[in-house]
């Protein structure tokens, strides 16, 4: 018992000095935002105030609109709108400042409180000789030391690989910063730099201060959303029974069935925007983080829309050239990773059949709802049938239109690494959620349509198209050194640099610097800094390949658990079996016992799967902060997802 005492003391020391550590980051960078952007103020401390201040007031609510909120808060800094340099940066940091004062202020609370109960235990032992309520008072005392200061100060624990594979990544990264800071910190001028740029360019020998801060918050905003997922609250949030639909799918017409009483705000937005766009589906993914996913990606459609016909039309930032349109974000590359992200949860999250209507027999004992405002309208069955109908209507119309659009966003980021994802998961998509059939005929109109490429590709009015020219480089056969030349030679560097320096690589952040000694003769590209293009290269090149090994696990890890917790095994065995016995097949598995899959989270894992085989070709998360935070983001959502089964197990206790 000592020794494991013993380690979980050194386990929550290593913990809080991880957190001291990230807090003390965030201040260098407010204070150097607010440096950098004097005498105009006042776009600075506008959202830093407003974010200590939500964060101070509840966690729960600084979370979910700072994830939200992720493309406006790039588009901002894009559209010079903020003079700030990165307001993504500045509002998470000012909101981690926010949560240990409110945490600081807990402790305080809790610590006066159990003083003041030992005074007055003390004082009634005295009095009395011997106090036989003692027993209570040492108990609610134990209570506030095991659960006094959670994040940022004293972490909750998280599930064991994941939360030590999160305390590991953040460990090298924070040590690799520190022997980066000690290599550098005799330069002329450095801490004046340090503590007066918030951000350093990729060909500044200090960008490793801004490459550790980035992933350094991503990691951190991972903690902190798998903790809220794991709690209670967060994993309550759609079983909420003051929330009730009476239309049972589409946009519907959401009722509170008590008014605003105690309970909370986020909670209640959360769920607000959650059945806005779902109806009263109670989704096996369960509450907390997992049920973010669909308002986020809503309201992220909706901002991308927006900035990309902001930058069409007003030019507002001037494109790179005629074909490089990327508002809200810095490259194609982002923002063709964000858009077929949210393209893929679209499509697979879509019920192309509601699960019950006004015709199922199970209607009157599951929708009470709808037999209410039967009852009190005088309304007809048959009326309450059409009602129903026309919003599952106007429910579907409006999920064709976001299809469509986020399909022409698609297209239109003129990003190969973005097309290329979207037709390999797509054919994932058709594997999970149609019949076997439909699935070979799919594959066969690929390979149909690869075939005409190739045969058309020499055609001078396709070379003259823009995007036909793109499509056709990357569905030509021919050989890899001709279709992107400078793309092996950047993954040739990597490999020079993994091989001088395999297990503790060369340092976060110096890929983009150090590349450019690795060149092979002949390479035109040779004395041209760049990044890998290829998130686990650059990171064995910087920080090892044990690092990256660890960090491919955590993702192997998460895809997993989303597959498993999304039902989408259970529904591929069924159909399997279907067609095995020559029975017809369907999306729904059969009735059997089987639960229907969650779509949602099967959604989530196949986006996270979409934007990392983007990133097998580009630089997004490695480098720029708003990918980080989506990545982290969708990671943390399907760890904390559940299934049906948690779902039944936690209604039953």
Known sequence: MSVRKLLLGLTQSWQSALHVAFILLCGRFLVAATRATAPDLWPVVVLSAGSIALGAWSSRAALFAFIVSLPLLNGLGKTFLSNCASPPSLVFAAMVLGLCLRQLASCVAGLRSKVEGQGVEGREQEAGGGYQGGGTSAQQNLGLRESSCPLPLTPCPLPAFIGLAADVLSTVVLLSLALQ??????GVGFWTKFWGQP???????????????????????????????ESEVGRGILNAPQFEDQTDGGLGIIRPTDRFGLQQVTSRLTAWLRLGVKGDEQSPAGGGVSAWVGPAFLIYGITIGAFYLLQRILNVPDPYDSTRWCMPFEDIHSFGSFVVTLFIFAVVSWELKPRRGPADPQWSRDAPVADFASAATGASRLQVMNRWMRNIWIGTIFRAMCLVGLLVLVVLSWSRATWLAGALTLLLVAWFRLPRRWTAALVGLGVVAVAIINLNADRASWKQNIYLSRLTSLTRFEDLENKDPSRINLYRKALGLIREHPLVGHGIGSFYLTSVRFARPGDPYAETPNFAHNFLLQMAAELGVPVAGLFLALIAVALWRGYRRSGAGQTWMAAKRRQNAQEPDSIRPPASGLQPPSYETLGATLALTAYLITQLTANALNIYISNQFLFWFLMAAMLTARSEDDSGSERAA
């Open 181 to 186: 800071i000690f290599r550098h910190q005799g």
């Open 199 to 229: 951000v350093f360019g990729y060909g500044d020998p200090m960008y490793f201060v801004t490459s550790a801060f980035v992933w350094l918050q991503g990691l951190f905003c991972f903690r902190m959303l798998m903790e809220e997922g």
